[in-house]
């Protein structure tokens, strides 16, 4: 019952109100052509025909949301998922190279952050690079990556990945200095009175202590890194995954296409900051933190 | 005389009197700060005993705090000399002599109390089976058991300070700082604590300096009550407190109880009385 209060409600609400305000859009919008189309003709169209005809185009100005739901069950689920054609397999290709950019970006940052709170030199040398390293326009960057790593014969899912390491490596690095810092004083104090070691310290203050702060840089992370692999897919002429869609639909000016892939990369970005929310409750629990 | 007069350094001083488990010899503490130097603490000596309970008593600035933190190697001093346990305080870390208990019950608060009272064992290395013991053994000294399984949280104030004396005792040190340990909490809670810390001192014989601002608690635990005063911070007095080891809170009401912490409370005005004609 409070799931439904407190989630369902507002949640649907919204739905409710992004899909009025998108099928009155559709229709706005769409409506010039087939003006258009009528006055060539030399015919006349009433509303009610004006208002149908706007939400079946073949290329919309913007689809209507049923015609985006239609290409999506199409490519998801009548198209077999090895096809060229299907969403599942462009989709699997983005994720792949989503979720090993986001693993070996949350690694870095992790390795980054752990560095900059042992040493007073490397807080001082590597933070303002890497701060420096996010103002760099992504969308430059990515073909040299690929071009680069090319060069030296890394070919396939890592460049791409690269890309989202890249910008994923950030909010875990920031999040995780803030993270292991964030013990306090009478705890650091009570383990020097133990005679700690550093990597004691480490494991049993530092490290439990900056778990919220992991889970929420990672939700971050991981959503950057879907939008680091779908860029990555964009200048680089890549033939598959949710970029190389959104690119072939806006050539082909397949509307419904690339909105279809939009929503699909919404919701896989919904579904992966959710798992982490999962994720982080689970260990909460092992953590005994209060609910 | 001479051992004084060289300024030993620790080892010759224990041989000189090894009876001591605190030696402090004409020790001071300046605190850089952006205002200038704050003499934190002014040619300090003191010599606490073993089996003794110390009490720092004084207001707040007078240095209580930061001559316990010197004592268990948190701060270092400017001058002069301090020994804990015939060694330096450094040494006394490293050999784990002592066991320290904050101002705040200072829980991890994502280990259980089980678990928090283990964290000690595990740094130190002592194997699983006998950590379990000791926890189960700890907790009771503390009237604790069967809390094992919960976090802090779900546990009151007094029961998570408990918690946390049980923590320091768990690796079984001789010496037990205490720095203003029941200080956050309730007046009927306190005297029950202070109740049960003089038990647990008549049962384990452990040395213990406390560091206190309340002048009833100082009298009722200590056999020696060390008052303190202010800028710079220095001791003005110590006070024998010797009411014997029986102690309950009835004695409250002694007249040899109400004229030590007549004493106590004269030596705080009069050190304060100093400090009021240095403003």
Sequence with gaps: MNFIRNSVVPVGTVLLVILVLWYAFAVILNAPFERDQAARAGTTISTSQLITNTMKQERPVLPAPHQVAEEIRKTVFDISPTSKRSLVYHGWVTLSSTLLGFALGTLLGILLAIAIVHSRTLDKSLMPWIITSQTVPILAIAPMIIVVLNAVNITGLLPKAMISTYLSFFPVAVGMVKGLRSPEIMHLDLMRTYNASKAQVFWKLRWPASMPYLFTSMKIAVAISLVGAIVGELPTGAVAGIGARLLAGSYYGQTVQIWAALIAAALMAAVLVSLIGLIANLVNRRMGVRT | ?279
């Design chain 2, 1 to 279: 005389m001479t051992v004084v007069a060289l300024r030993p350094k620790a080892k010759t001083m224990a041989d000189a009197a090894p009876k001591n488990v605190i030696d402090v010899n004409e020790l001071s503490l300046v605190f850089q700060t952006n205002d200038g130097p704050v003499n934190a603490l002014s040619n300090i000596n003191l010599a606490v005993g073993g089996g003794e309970f110390v009490s720092f008593i004084g207001p707040s600035g007078c240095g209580k705090t930061t001559l316990l933190r010197v004592i268990a190697d948190l701060e270092q001093p400017t001058s002069g000399s301090i020994s804990v346990n015939g060694m330096t305080p450094s040494e006394a870390r490293q050999k784990r002599a002592y066991g320290y208990v904050f101002q705040a019950a200072a829980l991890y608060p994502w280990r259980t109390i089980a678990g928090n009272i283990s964290l000690p064992l595990e740094v130190m290395g002592i194997p699983k089976a006998e950590r379990k013991d000791r926890i189960a053994r700890n907790l009771e000294l503390v009237n604790l058991s069967g809390f094992e399984k919960k976090f802090p949280w779900q546990l009151s104030g007094g029961m998570q300070q408990r918690a946390s004396i049980a923590r320091a005792l768990s690796f079984d040190p001789h010496l037990l700082l205490m720095d203003e340990p029941f200080g956050a909490l309730d007046e009927i809670v306190r005297d029950h604590l202070n109740e049960e810390l003089l038990k647990l001192w008549a049962k384990t014989q452990k040395t213990v300096v406390f560091v206190t601002h309340s002048i009833p608690e100082a009298v009722f635990l200590s056999t020696k009550i060390v008052v303190m005063s202010p800028r710079p911070g220095r001791i003005h007095e110590i006070i024998d407190c010797d009411l014997g080891p029986e102690r309950t809170l009835d004695i409250r009401e002694t007249p040899k109880f109400l004229e030590i912490a007549h004493r106590v409370r004269e030596g705080l005005r009069h050190g304060h009385s100093y400090d009021a004609a240095h403003l």
